[in-house]
C-alpha cells in the first residue's frame, strides 16, 4: 500500500525479504526514549514515513497547520523510500528509540506489538485526545489487532483491476461485476488472439490477489497465526499461472523485467493488471492508453473477497508524549484541510470529514473514488484478513518465489516447497 504501483512494491518486498535477518532483534519495553520538553511546555514529537518527495511537501504543509492549531507541539520530520525506512525503524526500535508516531501498515501490526514497539491509542481514545468517529466503511478497524487500536487509517485502498479500455473495447470484452475467472480468462485469451498481446501482466505472485482468491473459497493466505492453505491450493494456483505464461495469455517475464521501472501494461505490454486501486494512477502518467478500474473475477459471481486495506499511523509505546501523539494523528486523519492537501496520496482518505473536504479535479482520482464508492455500495466488502507476525517476509517470498517458477528457473512444486519452508521460518519468529 502507496503511493507507487507494483515495480516499487516488488522492489521493497526484496528489500523485505533481505531483512528478515535483522528482524530477531527486539526492543525493550518500557517508557523513555531521547525526546524532551522545553521549559515554556513546548514538546517534541519525532515522525517518521516512507514516500517520495511529493508525499514529504504535502506532509510537511500538514504539520505546518497542525502546528499552528498546537503551538506547544513542534514535530520533527523524517522520510526515507519504502524500503530504507524499515531497515531504519528496525534499527532504531532494536535501539529502543523508535519515533513518536510512525507511518505504518498491517502487515507489520502484530510484528511490532509482539516486541513491545507500538502504543495501544485506545488509552488516549478514551480520553477524549483521538477519535474513531467518521471513518469510511468501518476501515478503522484494520488498525485493531486483539482488542488493541495499534493504528489509526490516514487512507484506505482495495485491490482492483486495471484494464485498457482501448485494447479490450477492440477486442470486444466488457468486464462486469460478477464475472468469474473462468469468464476473465477467456477474456484473456480472446485479448491474446484477437489484439496479439498479452492479456495479463502476471497475477499469480500477488499475495493479495491470491488472499482474495482464497477468500472466495472459504479460505484466506493468512490465519492469526499462520497459513490459511495448503501445498495442493498454490500447486494448482502456480500451475495454472505457469501454463498460462507458456500460452503466452500473460506477458513474458523476462519482459515484464524489461519494461521496469514502467508498468508492462502501461508499456502496451498486456491488456490488464491487478494492483491496488490507489496505485492507478500511475498507469496515466506513463502510458499512451486510456484505462480504467474493472470488477475482480469471482468464483461464484457474486463474492470478491475484497476488503479496504490502509495506510495508517502508529505511535511508540516508548513515547513521552502519548496525548500530543494523539491529537497529532487525530489532527491529520480528521482535519479537512489537511484532506485538501494530502488528496489520495495514501489512498482514498479514510475520514468522512477530509473525504467530503477533497473534491478530485484529475479522472483517475475520481475513477479511484468512484470505484471505492461502488464496492463498497456493492456489499462485497468483507473484514480484513488477520496478518500474523512475519506476514511482510512470507508476501516478499510469495513474490520471489513465485516470480522465479513463471521464469522456470524453478519448477512448480520445488517452487510451492520453497515458499512453504520460508513461510514456516518467517512465520515462527
Known amino acids: 500500500m502507496g503511493n ?3 515495480v516499487e512494491r516488488r522492489a521493497v518486498l526484496k528489500a523485505a525479504g533481505a531483512s528478515v535477518a535483522a528482524s530477531g532483534l527486539a526492543a525493550t519495553a518500557g517508557c523513555g526514549g531521547g525526546e524532551s520538553g522545553a521549559g515554556d511546555g513546548t514538546v517534541t514529537i519525532r515522525y517518521a514515513w516512507w514516500g517520495a518527495d511529493e508525499r514529504a511537501k504535502r506532509i510537511n504543509r500538514s504539520i505546518a497547520l497542525f502546528e499552528k492549531k498546537y503551538p506547544k507541539i513542534k514535530v520533527q520530520t523524517d522520510f526515507q523510500d519504502y524500503a530504507a525506512f524499515w531497515e531504519k525503524f528496525q534499527t532504531q526500535a532494536a535501539g529502543g528509540n523508535p519515533p513518536d508516531v510512525f507511518q505504518n501498515a498491517v502487515g507489520f501490526l502484530r510484528k511490532y506489538d ?15 485526545n483521538l477519535s474513531l468517529k467518521g471513518f469510511r466503511a468501518g476501515v478503522e478497524k484494520v488498525g485493531q489487532v486483539d482488542g488493541k ?18 485494447v479490450f473495447e477492440k477486442a470486444g470484452v466488457t468486464p462486469k461485476r460478477g464475472w468469474t475467472w473462468d469468464e476473465y480468462f477467456a477474456a484473456l485469451k480472446r485479448i491474446h488472439d484477437t489484439q496479439k498481446v498479452a492479456g495479463d501482466t502476471g497475477y499469480f505472485s500477488i499475495m493479495y490477489l491470491y488472499d482474495l482468491y482464497l477468500r472466495q473459497n472459504g479460505k484466506a493466505f493468512f490465519t492469526e497465526d499462520g497459513l490459511g492453505f495448503d501445498e495442493a491450493d498454490l500447486t494448482e494456483w502456480w500451475t495454472d499461472g505457469y501454463n498460462r505464461v507458456k500460452a503466452g495469455i500473460i506477458t513474458d517475464p523476462q519482459r515484464v523485467e524489461q519494461d521496469k ?8 505490454h498486456a491488456a490488464s493488471e491487478f494492483t491496488w486501486d490507489n496505485f492507478t494512477v500511475r498507469y496515466t502518467a506513463e502510458g499512451d492508453s486510456s484505462y480504467g478500474l474493472a470488477p475482480i473475477p469471482t468464483t461464484d459471481g457474486k463474492q470478491t473477497g475484497q476488503y479496504l486495506a490502509s495506510l495508517m499511523l502508529s505511535a511508540s509505546a ?15 486523519v480528521h ?7 494530502m488528496g489520495y496520496d495514501r489512498g482514498i482518505l479514510a475520514t468522512t470529514e477530509q473525504f467530503d473536504a477533497f473534491q478530485p ?9 468512484r470505484y471505492e464508492q461502488d464496492v463498497a455500495a456493492a456489499g462485497v466488502l468483507g473484514a480484513i484478513t488477520p496478518h500474523p507476525a512475519g506476514a511482510d517476509t512470507v508476501e516478499a517470498a510469495f513474490l520471489r518465489v ?3 517458477m513463471s521464469q522456470g528457473t524453478t519448477k512448480v512444486s520445488d517452487a510451492v516447497k520453497q515458499f512453504f519452508s520460508e513461510a514456516k521460518t518467517a512465520l515462527a519468529v
Not at 114 to 128: E, H, M, N, T, V
Not at 335 to 341: A, H, L, S, T
Not at 361 to 369: G, N, T, V
Open 149 to 166: 487500536q495499534l493504528g489509526i487509517p490516514v487512507g484506505s485502498n482495495t485491490m482492483s483491476l486495471v484494464i485498457d479500455e482501448k
Open 335 to 341: 482535519d479537512p484541510e489537511v484532506g485538501k492537501i
Open 402 to 404: 513465485g516470480g522465479d
Open 261 to 268: 521501472p514502467k508498468s508492462s501494461l502501461s508499456a502496451g
Open 4 to 6: 507507487s504501483g507494483r
Open 318 to 332: 516508548r513515547t513521552k508524549h502519548p496525548k500530543e501523539v494523539a491529537q497529532f494523528i487525530d489532527f491529520m
Open 361 to 369: 479535479s484529475d479522472a483517475p482520482s475520481k475513477a479511484i473514488a
Open 114 to 128: 509482539k516486541r513491545g514497539i507500538l502504543f495501544d491509542l485506545k488509552s488516549q481514545i478514551d480520553a477524549g
